[in-house]
């Protein structure tokens, strides 16, 4: 299934600048192998030593977070929008 990632700007440094890119896979975790595949450098930013999802990404699929469906096992349906978001954190000291 095609669907469209959207990238932040951490990321786009790896896809040659695109602020999104096409990218095919049943699931979120097949995506983002197929991203890692062609933008090698993207590996670290999203995916642990473990395989599962870098904790300090957030990922939506069509505006759900995945962390509350089957995270990288989320289905991509043909025209899905992928949305990679760093994790933002901080606060007054």
Not at 12 to 31: L, P
Not at 50 to 55: N, S, T
């Given at each position: 299934?095609?669907?469209t990632v959207i990238l932040p700007t951490l990321l786009r440094a790896h896809a040659d600048g695109a602020s999104s890119v096409e990218a095919e896979?049943?699931?979120v975790g097949?995506?983002?192998q197929g991203l890692i595949a062609r933008y090698p450098?993207?590996?670290a930013n999203l995916i642990g030593e473990?395989?599962?999802l870098h904790r300090f990404v957030n990922v939506y699929r069509n505006d759900d977070?995945?962390?509350y469906l089957e995270q990288l096992g989320t289905p991509v349906s043909d025209g899905d929008?992928?949305?990679i978001l760093p994790a933002v954190a901080g606060g007054a000291g």
């Amino acid at each position: 299934m095609a669907a469209t990632v959207i990238l932040p700007t951490l990321l786009r440094a790896h896809a040659d600048g695109a602020s999104s890119v096409e990218a095919e896979g049943a699931t979120v975790g097949e995506v983002f192998q197929g991203l890692i595949a062609r933008y090698p450098g993207m590996a670290a930013n999203l995916i642990g030593e473990d395989g599962e999802l870098h904790r300090f990404v957030n990922v939506y699929r069509n505006d759900d977070d995945i962390r509350y469906l089957e995270q990288l096992g989320t289905p991509v349906s043909d025209g899905d929008e992928i949305a990679i978001l760093p994790a933002v954190a901080g606060g007054a000291g």
